[in-house]
């Protein structure tokens, strides 16, 4: 039977996570590089991006417009199955064009022999919210 949520598996977890949110903020691309997996079959959704394969994550991601990302996440959730699979999803808010914008993140991570990859990524911005007065 499948162990759900093994609390070491997911500190484990958890831990390379924040390592990847750090990254992602100061735009390490060492380090985010390092925790993607580096393979044709790996699949990262944008906000405006679909993209194929850690060739064209890697190409993004070194010319991204706006490299360094500051945002405030809320609701990490992190699950894992066994020893090898976790999900990781969580909310985000940040200022973008000094627009207040929310948005949610999930990524599936594998342990491979040479350690954990994320193996899946989506994020997604939600509508602008438009006040009515």
């Known amino acids: ?17 924040l390592k990847y949110e750090e990254a992602l903020c100061n735009n390490n691309l060492e380090v985010m ?3 993607f997996w580096d393979a044709p079959e ?5 906000i405006t991006e679909n993209l194929y394969g850690g060739d064209e994550v890697r190409n993004f991601r070194q010319n991204r417009p706006n490299p360094k990302i500051e945002r405030e996440i ?7 199955f066994g020893k090898d699979v976790a999900t990781v999803t969580l909310e985000f808010h940040r200022i973008i064009n ?5 948005g949610r993140q999930s990524q599936t ?3 491979f022999a040479e350690g954990w990859k994320v193996v899946s ?11 009515k007065l």
């Not at 039977?1 to 996570?17: A, S």
């Not at 790996?42 to 944008?46: A, D, H, L």
């Not at 000094?98 to 929310?102: H, K």
């Open 1 to 17: 039977m499948t162990t759900i949520n093994d609390p070491t598996v997911v500190t484990e977890v958890t831990d390379l996570y």
């Open 33 to 35: 590089d390092s925790l």
């Open 42 to 46: 790996v699949v990262r959704f944008g």
């Open 74 to 80: 809320s609701n990490l959730k992190v699950v894992t």
């Open 98 to 102: 000094g627009v207040e914008r929310f």
């Open 109 to 111: 991570w594998y342990r």
């Open 121 to 131: 990524a989506h994020v997604s911005l939600l509508p602008v919210q438009v006040s």
